[in-house]
């Protein structure tokens, strides 16, 4: 343990958290004027810690729930959907406790505290590539609702596009301009996360609009006697569909994912004891989000699912008003992704800022170089998105390989090293469960993007 990080522990423990702690923080603030700034902050709430959480876990992945139903059936589907709910919780718990056992305030100082300097690099790079390619993803995602696409050869117009017409000012380069310059830079300009509590709930409230149009459509079709019986179990009458089952576990195993936020948030709480009830609540949040959008999604499209549910909102639904609910689901869906954009973006620039001014003062207390970091991340997720539209695969094989060691693998990894003699007997066999389940996905994940790579090379 390093004097800074006692010092900053000890601080935090007698302060109840009152202000925001960073990984690199300085031994004393360098001003009254800081500690001024610090006492300003009497703690984020409860209800805003649990919106922000949620809010980094519920992403673009919830519309490739309903696909895994189709994978996997109902009753499996949402069995290993709540028993990864479980999984990433019991992992949230073994971060934090190992972080309070090393007196550690960040992912980083805790990988630090168990593999050394070694392991808070590779921790902040794992960050920095998984949060850059789910950001990309995201302005795509954004850029393709709003303004249409035509990476697959054909054009699919986007809602702009539908409704005003095609000209420059509808167009993806324009509208993602627009997009960042008054919504993701204005977001991504706050210090503190808990800043971000009020968007937060709303993205959370966006994606509850989503499961609301969407359960409300199944059920009137399901009374109307359009909708037929969803598959309960998978098919499997050969091995290969016995593999094909795996391509689900990807999705599944990444759903869950916030721990590089949990640092963030406990250290605004007024009471970081409140950290555990707060991760549960969101889980238990975010796994009734889940649910409820598997199963409806599924019930209403069939066997006509699509990877990204959100594709099939594009076509008459059959229901009176058909079109203005697949404005209204597409619209809520884009909005609540520029919501998360921030969420994930802190810990993206803190981890980054980390690795390359590993020695420097907080971030918080550095305009100068708070300001540099942001404006070149954004503006390399900007130009990225517009100029590099189809990066699917290779953020399949990045992001999906660095989401799971940030959520699985370096936590089960802490409990078996255990520098401090802490963990227990069951800690140590969830921890093999993890790792055993991350190893499998990632490999069923980049043979399947490998295969499906090729294949199209070759023809």
Known sequence: MTIASGFVEEQRSKRKGKYVVEENAPLLPSSHKEVEEFDEFNGASFGGAVFNISTTIVGAGIMSLPATMKVLGLVPGLIVIVFFAFLTEASIELLVRFSRAGKSVSYGAVMGDSFGN???????????????????????????????????????????????????????????????????????????????????????????????????????????????????????????????????????????????????????????????????????????????????????????????????????????????????????????????????FHALRINLDGLLFPNAGPLSTDNCRFSAITVALISVIFFAANFIPSIWDAFQFTGATAAVCIAYIFPASMALRDPHGIATLRDKLVSVLMIVLAVLSNGVAIYSDASSLFNNIKS
């Open 118 to 344: 070694v392991g808070r690099i590779v921790l902040q790079l794992c960050v920095v590539v998984n949060n850059i390619g789910v950001m990309i993803v995201y302005m795509i995602i954004i850029g393709d609702v709003l303004s249409g696409t035509s990476s697959s050869g054909v054009h699919h117009s986007g809602l702009l596009e539908g409704w005003f017409g095609e000209h420059w000012l509808t167009g993806r380069f324009f509208v993602l301009l627009v997009t960042t310059l008054g919504v993701f830079a204005p977001l991504a300009s706050f210090k503190r996360i808990d800043s971000l509590r009020y968007t937060s709930t709303l993205s959370v409230a966006l994606a509850v609009v989503f499961v609301v149009i969407t359960a409300g459509i199944a059920v009137v079709k399901l009374l109307n006697g359009s909708i037929s019986m969803p598959k309960l179990f998978p098919e499997i009458p050969n091995l290969a569909s016995v593999w094909n089952l795996f391509t689900a576990v990807p999705i599944l195993v990444t759903a869950f994912i916030c721990h590089f936020n949990v640092h963030s948030i406990e250290n605004e709480l007024d009471d970081s004891s409140k950290i555990k009830p707060i991760v549960r609540t969101a889980l238990t949040l975010c796994s009734t989000v889940y649910i409820t959008t598997s199963f409806f999604g599924y019930l209403l499209f069939g066997e006509s699912t699509l990877h990204d549910v959100l594709a099939n909102f594009d076509a008459d639904l059959g229901i009176p008003y058909s079109a203005i609910l697949n404005d209204v689901v597409r619209v809520s869906y884009a909005v609540h992704l520029m919501l998360v954009f921030p969420m994930v």
